[in-house]
């Protein structure tokens, strides 16, 4: 019955209740015995008082209120209704005391006061009873179910780490969804004051360094972080002691991705490596951008992309008029618009499949939208695939970028922002040549131009499309090896959304040609990295292996983020550095680069390099570079020494 309770059904039962609290109310306030007058006057009352009733119930909201679902706020909304009707019927009863001699109906309200003090309470009870009850009976029908179906599968003893506003939200959560097949047996939270206490009947039994005897004690075969928002830092550090004791460890979601005040554990993660971070995310002046993007047409180019969907996430957040997302590739874009569209912004997309390349079919675009603000992240990124097809890397890196940044110098745009790349800097490969081909390209034409052009140069960026996170994953997931091409190779990293609001911060900083950079903290060795992931996924380095490949063509040991003559200077943010050096006039520039046009269609690639070299004096094209002997496994016993490596400052991709 109570799973196919229509709305019609619920309203019946409603007045019920309320029609059962007034008879009983009259009842124990005459020990059960009422007088002929008093049954007269309650006979002609109870149709309005329980309409009245009903109405204060329906006027606060309560009958939309889903039963299977009542929470304590909804049980506070039904105490609040029936305080204001018994509120509304003492007043009536004193103003009818008043007037009874004026008008002799007045004494028909006339109720003892013990009726409505009692009926208050029974209403009370009753409404909010029946909701309960249903939600119970509920849960227990979809428990047994589910035992049924699931057989005496046994629930995993699981640890709940973070007692605090997550874990309690977390445990309410399992306590309703057995079919998730986790048993909490516990909590750990470094609050000593919280230990003693339970939560949800799951006690508190220590803090984060008695974790491994708390996961011996209670048989625990996994534990989940539930702190909210913790720092990449301590899920780390959580995460390894996990691993010591045994335990398999996964992260709740945190409270900025929880909606509407319940837990969705169907988004418990494994341990990602963007948890990893060795340092603290960069924060950038979300105000600034918004007055540069709120209200204005804004175009991202390459918006299919790692970076350029995450810009269109952020971009969507500061409400532009319009957000125009430009990409060659179909499906990329598609999945981008489609997600936006369900974010449910309100915020005018226009997904447009086009080529940079193509100068007619962008003019049309920009001849369409006249966008205020430009963010140019379309590119090839391949370091060995663009060695072997240079003239691609040259049409799209070079002549692309010139292509958008020719249409937003004539159509006036405010604002044109370049993504670039660390591998511009001292480039030893065709990618990180047409790189800064096209750094310089804009810094001439920056000169002539009305709008501002800014370019922005990125380390690695952390779980990009390509990046090694995502293969290193792969790898460990088929059994491995772990595959680094050299034991010294370092770079440096930075999480997806630190790349995009460094582009959108360099937005609101540039006046024109200044190339911004991100402090990524220290560089890293990937094979620290690969070490990293590969105990965090649970297994040891003998289990897994690693191996060492020998660079790829064009690939450096070491990158760079500025030129030596680009002295680098702190802005008004701390972590954001400008880099300014003598830019080429446009006279010199022009024909230089046309000059490249001539050979991206050669098939002879050292010709291709030359050509290069001409424009970027400082490119050195070199070669791969042998793998030295591999060095021997990293003991796992001690990790949490190794944790705290200094080295580790940032996570990659």
């Given at each position: 019955?109570?799973?196919?309770?229509?709305?019609?059904?619920?309203?019946?039962?409603?007045?019920?209740?309320?029609?059962?609290?007034?008879?009983?109310?009259?009842?124990v306030r005459f020990d059960w015995d009422i007088p002929v007058p008093m049954l007269h006057k309650a006979l002609v009352c109870w149709p309005v008082l329980v309409g009245a009733q009903y109405a204060f119930l329906a006027a606060a909201g309560v009958p939309r209120i889903a039963w299977r679902y009542v929470s304590l706020g909804d049980v506070l909304l039904i105490l609040t209704s029936t305080v204001l009707a018994s509120?509304?019927?003492?007043?009536?009863?004193?103003?009818?005391?008043?007037?009874?001699?004026?008008?002799?109906?007045?004494?028909?309200?006339?109720?003892?006061?013990?009726?409505?003090?009692?009926?208050?309470?029974?209403?009370?009870?009753?409404?909010?009873?029946?909701?309960?009850?249903?939600?119970?009976?509920?849960?227990?029908?979809?428990?047994?179910?589910?035992?049924?179906?699931?057989?005496?599968?046994?629930?995993?003893?699981?640890?709940?780490?973070?007692?605090?506003?997550?874990?309690?939200?977390?445990?309410?959560?399992?306590?309703?969804?057995?079919?998730?097949?986790?048993?909490?047996?516990?909590?750990?939270?470094?609050?000593?004051?919280?230990?003693?206490?339970?939560?949800?009947?799951?006690?508190?039994?220590?803090?984060?360094?008695?974790?491994?005897?708390?996961?011996?004690?209670?048989?625990?075969?996994?534990?989940?972080?539930?702190?909210?928002?913790?720092?990449?830092?301590?899920?780390?550090?959580?995460?390894?002691?996990?691993?010591?004791?045994?335990?398999?460890?996964?992260?709740?979601?945190?409270?900025?991705?929880?909606?509407?005040?319940?837990?969705?554990?169907?988004?418990?993660?494994?341990?990602?490596?963007?948890?990893?971070?060795?340092?603290?995310?960069?924060?950038?002046?979300?105000?600034?951008?918004?007055?540069?993007?709120?209200?204005?047409?804004?175009?991202?180019?390459?918006?299919?992309?790692?970076?350029?969907?995450?810009?269109?996430?952020?971009?969507?957040?500061?409400?532009?008029?319009?957000?125009?997302?430009?990409?060659?590739?179909?499906?990329?874009?598609?999945?981008?618009?489609?997600?936006?569209?369900?974010?449910?912004?309100?915020?005018?997309?226009?997904?447009?499949?086009?080529?940079?390349?193509?100068?007619?079919?962008?003019?049309?675009?920009?001849?369409?939208?006249?966008?205020?603000?430009?963010?140019?992240?379309?590119?090839?990124?391949?370091?060995?695939?663009?060695?072997?097809?240079?003239?691609?890397?040259?049409?799209?890196?070079?002549?692309?970028?010139?292509?958008?940044?020719?249409?937003?110098?004539?159509?006036?745009?405010?604002?044109?922002?370049?993504?670039?790349?660390?591998?511009?800097?001292?480039?030893?490969?065709v990618m990180g040549a047409t790189k800064r081909v096209a750094e310089i390209y804009t810094q001439a034409l920056s000169q002539r131009s009305g709008t501002r052009f800014v370019t922005v140069r990125f380390g690695n960026v952390l779980g990009s499309n390509g990046s090694v996170i995502p293969i290193f994953k792969e790898q460990i997931a088929n059994g491995g090896p772990v595959t680094v091409t050299h034991p010294d190779?370092?770079?440096?990293?930075?999480?997806?959304?630190?790349?995009?609001?460094?582009?959108?911060?360099?937005?609101?900083?540039?006046?024109?040609?200044?190339?911004?950079?991100?402090?990524?903290?220290?560089?890293?060795?990937?094979?620290?990295?690969?070490?990293?992931?590969?105990?965090?996924?649970?297994?040891?380095?003998?289990?897994?292996?690693?191996?060492?490949?020998?660079?790829?063509?064009?690939?450096?040991?070491?990158?760079?983020?500025?030129?030596?003559?680009?002295?680098?200077?702190?802005?008004?943010?701390?972590?954001?550095?400008?880099?300014?050096?003598?830019?080429?006039?446009?006279?010199?520039?022009?024909?230089?680069?046309?000059?490249?046009?001539?050979?991206?269609?050669?098939?002879?690639?050292?010709?291709?390099?030359?050509?290069?070299?001409?424009?970027?004096?400082?490119?050195?094209?070199?070669?791969?570079?042998?793998?030295?002997?591999?060095?021997?496994?990293?003991?796992?016993?001690?990790?949490?020494?190794?944790?705290?490596?200094?080295?580790?400052?940032?996570?990659?991709?």
């Amino acid at each position: 019955m109570f799973k196919t309770l229509t709305r019609g059904m619920q309203v019946l039962i409603d007045v019920t209740v309320l029609s059962v609290a007034f008879w009983l109310a009259f009842s124990v306030r005459f020990d059960w015995d009422i007088p002929v007058p008093m049954l007269h006057k309650a006979l002609v009352c109870w149709p309005v008082l329980v309409g009245a009733q009903y109405a204060f119930l329906a006027a606060a909201g309560v009958p939309r209120i889903a039963w299977r679902y009542v929470s304590l706020g909804d049980v506070l909304l039904i105490l609040t209704s029936t305080v204001l009707a018994s509120s509304a019927f003492l007043v009536l009863r004193f103003v009818a005391a008043a007037t009874k001699t004026a008008w002799p109906v007045a004494d028909y309200a006339l109720l003892p006061l013990g009726v409505n003090a009692v009926d208050f309470v029974l209403a009370f009870l009753g409404i909010g009873g029946v909701r309960v009850a249903r939600r119970i009976i509920a849960e227990r029908i979809e428990a047994s179910v589910v035992a049924v179906h699931q057989g005496r599968r046994e629930r995993l003893a699981t640890l709940l780490v973070g007692a605090g506003q997550g874990g309690v939200m977390v445990a309410k959560e399992l306590a309703a969804r057995r079919e998730l097949g986790i048993n909490p047996v516990a909590f750990i939270d470094d609050d000593r004051l919280k230990i003693g206490t339970k939560i949800h009947g799951i006690p508190v039994v220590g803090c984060t360094e008695d974790l491994a005897d708390v996961a011996a004690r209670y048989r625990a075969a996994q534990a989940l972080i539930t702190i909210s928002n913790a720092p990449g830092r301590t899920i780390r550090a959580i995460a390894e002691r996990c691993r010591l004791a045994g335990l398999e460890v996964k992260v709740v979601p945190g409270l900025h991705e929880i909606v509407g005040g319940s837990v969705n554990l169907s988004r418990i993660r494994h341990v990602a490596i963007d948890d990893l971070l060795r340092r603290d995310p960069v924060q950038l002046d979300m105000a600034a951008i918004a007055e540069v993007v709120r209200g204005r047409v804004a175009m991202v180019t390459g918006a299919g992309g790692s970076i350029g969907s995450e810009l269109c996430r952020q971009l969507s957040r500061f409400t532009p008029a319009r957000l125009v997302l430009v990409d060659k590739a179909e499906n990329a874009l598609f999945e981008i618009h489609r997600e936006l569209e369900h974010a449910d912004t309100g915020l005018t997309l226009v997904p447009c499949v086009a080529d940079v390349c193509d100068e007619t079919r962008m003019r049309s675009l920009f001849d369409e939208h006249r966008p205020h603000v430009v963010f140019h992240a379309a590119a090839h990124k391949h370091v060995p695939m663009m060695e072997r097809d240079c003239g691609e890397a040259i049409k799209n890196n070079v002549f692309g970028t010139k292509t958008v940044a020719d249409l937003a110098d004539g159509y006036r745009a405010a604002v044109f922002v370049m993504i670039s790349t660390d591998k511009a800097v001292n480039p030893t490969s065709v990618m990180g040549a047409t790189k800064r081909v096209a750094e310089i390209y804009t810094q001439a034409l920056s000169q002539r131009s009305g709008t501002r052009f800014v370019t922005v140069r990125f380390g690695n960026v952390l779980g990009s499309n390509g990046s090694v996170i995502p293969i290193f994953k792969e790898q460990i997931a088929n059994g491995g090896p772990v595959t680094v091409t050299h034991p010294d190779i370092k770079r440096y990293f930075m999480t997806i959304p630190e790349a995009c609001q460094l582009v959108l911060q360099a937005g609101t900083m540039g006046k024109g040609g200044e190339i911004f950079v991100l402090d990524m903290g220290e560089p890293i060795k990937i094979v620290d990295l690969a070490r990293d992931l590969i105990r965090l996924s649970g297994f040891r380095e003998d289990e897994i292996g690693l191996a060492f490949t020998g660079t790829r063509p064009g690939e450096k040991l070491f990158e760079e983020l500025l030129l030596d003559d680009e002295n680098a200077q702190k802005t008004s943010h701390p972590k954001v550095y400008v880099g300014r050096t003598a830019s080429w006039s446009w006279h010199e520039m022009h024909p230089a680069i046309m000059a490249l046009w001539n050979v991206v269609d050669s098939a002879d690639t050292s010709q291709v390099r030359r050509a290069l070299q001409s424009v970027v004096q400082e490119y050195r094209p070199v070669g791969s570079i042998p793998a030295p002997e591999p060095e021997p496994p990293v003991p796992s016993e001690g990790a949490m020494e190794d944790l705290l490596d200094p080295r580790l400052s940032a996570a990659p991709g």
